[in-house]
């Protein structure tokens, strides 16, 4: 059946009866597609009823159906004309594994963080009834997401939209509701029913004539209170505006269909309908291991076993947390804050050593910088573990609540830099750029996990103000492990290799290819210097200084976009007139481009971070091409 269907219009010409059977070929479908491809697993197989029964009863694109987050809207793809691609997700080229505007017009708002859905719908919604055009804002939210103060910022003001904004809340995770049954679903149906909503609205208009004020207001409490007895929740969302209805079970469409049927046609609103639903739902390994099969690599369907490929070395993220088990064995006021993220980031690895010192304050950035600050405020030493990307969200909080009070918040800053597969959302190309503009600032980037190690000591002793090391997603490079961690002189950078011709500026991860570059080049005759500055802020002007001076081509290399490292070592080459004396200076950065996602070594290659970039810039500079660079040099 699910051949017969290559868009949303084509769903609607079943009748409910054959929807079952579409259901279950689509989640076979997806299991298939994701099996070869890896990427997002448990969420999609929990909305795949939810997904179909949505296209079947809204008429989209015209309503707009927004996926929060939109790591499980592989369904959606495959209903929305992209079943022959679904096998590229996540795949240089191919889909990308998140809703994105340009892939499709059934993607209205592209997204990959959490909590924005509502936001967007709300947006959509209010310009429809302004522009006096049909279409409904559609936002489909998980519970974890409603942990953002985001979601009830843009819920408080959803009145505005009317009818034509429906928030479907996705409970599969923290069980807002009880047990959904036959009962739930029969109240859900009967209260969301056009003939209920047009008497309660007919008793409300006698009422407000027929009334005092008074017994108006406890009659529409009664109401309220009522309703959410039978209902089994949702006073929360009628105080923030909001017509509540359900829970109602997820995976029955014979429920969710006439559920859905009434909200659409209902003159009532804004709605809410609550839906529980299974992470996994119908595939047995990711039913039984919800965390495992969130996101995953290539696997067996029959078994379930994922292919995943022996590690050469530790992750940087299991080396940050076991140093900061290491800190805090030493130090008890060390504590660990994790926005939702405790296995990105190492914290559950803190978490399961320090319980009573971990603290995961679910999606809410903003709310964990905060937090943090007040904690040194108070003589603790927090280590606020934020994915570079996420840690956007709370930049208003860096600057007035840590960097203006100058308080010893200490940043671990995960998936700093490209991330291959999962794409621009979540590259971390930014905050070297947004940390090392602040005043009171130390920003350090690790070029290996062996100098994590280190930056996580040295971020422990420092308590004169903020400190932030940033790391890349995936394995370190190999490099033992340091028995005993050093503490870092602030603003001092190491020389790994010596030469007198070129000197290359190395910041972070890059270094590896930094040195690969100096290998070529000396085989080209050309004497090069490699340095990793270790610090962004502040600089080690006085090894830059020594550097600029006695070479005569200078390069930068950083995973990070304009702005950031090479910025500062340009501006502060050119406070002091370095670059009057005929030094050739290069910035190698990420591109001013939001990089597609792909094979990592394809991204570096594409931005200009790989070796041969660096020696391409190093041979432009001097103005040799490959042919007489030696003799050139030797000359």
Known sequence: MLDTVDVPADLRKLSHGQLRQLADELRTEMIDAVSTTGGHLGAGLGVIELTVALHYVFNTPQDRLIWDVGHQAYPHKILTGRRKQIR???????????????????????????STSISAALGFAVANKMQGRPGKGIAVIGDGAMSAGMAYEAMNNASQAGNRLVVILNDNDMSIA???????????????????MELREAIKQIARKALPRPLMNAARQADEYARGMAQGGGTLFEELGFYY??????????HLLPVLENVRDSAEGPILVHVVTQKGKGYAPAEAAADKYHGVQKFDVVSGAQQKSTPKAPAYQNVFGD??????Q??????????????????????????????????????????????????????CAIYSTFLQRAYDQVVHDVAIQNLPVRFAIDRAGLVGADGCTHAGAFDV???????????????????????????????????AVRYPRGEGTGVPLPAVPQRLEIGKGRIVREGKTVAI?????????????????ERKGISTTVADLRFAKPLDVAMIRSLAVSHDVLVTVEENAIGGFG????????????????????????????????????????AGLDATAIVATVLEALRFNSVNVVEGARA
């Open 88 to 114: 590229t997700l996540r795949q240089g080229g191919g889909l990308s594994g998140f809703t994105k505007r340009a892939e499709s017009e059934y993607d209205p708002f592209g997204a990959a963080h959490s």
């Open 433 to 467: 750029t947004y940390l090392a503009t602040l005043p009171n600032f130390v920003v350090m980037a690790a070029a290996d996990e062996a100098e994590l190690v280190h930056m996580v000591h040295t971020a422990a002793m420092h308590d004169s103000g903020p400190i």
């Open 505 to 521: 500026l190395s910041l972070g991860t890059r270094l590896a290819d930094a040195l690969k570059a100096a290998d070529e080049l």
């Open 245 to 254: 209805v359900g829970p109602i079970d997820g995976h029955n469409l014979e």
């Open 323 to 328: 140093a900061l088990i290491a800190e805090a």
């Open 330 to 383: 030493r130090d008890p006021t060390i504590v660990g804050i994790t926005a939702a993220m405790p296995s990105g980031t190492g914290i559950d690895r803190f978490n399961k050593a320090f319980p009573e010192r971990t603290f995961d304050v679910g999606i809410a950035e903003q709310h964990a910088v905060t937090f943090a600050a007040g904690l040194a405020a108070e003589g603790m030493r927090p280590f």
């Open 178 to 196: 009880p047990p959904v049954g036959a009962l739930s679903a029969y109240l859900a149906r009967l209260l969301s029913s056009r003939s209920f």
């Open 567 to 606: 910025a500062h070592v340009l501006t502060w080459l050119s406070d002091e007139g370095l670059t009057d004396a005929g030094l050739k200076v290069r910035t190698l950065r990420l591109p001013d481009i939001f990089q597609d996602h792909d094979n990592p070594a394809k991204q570096y290659a594409e």
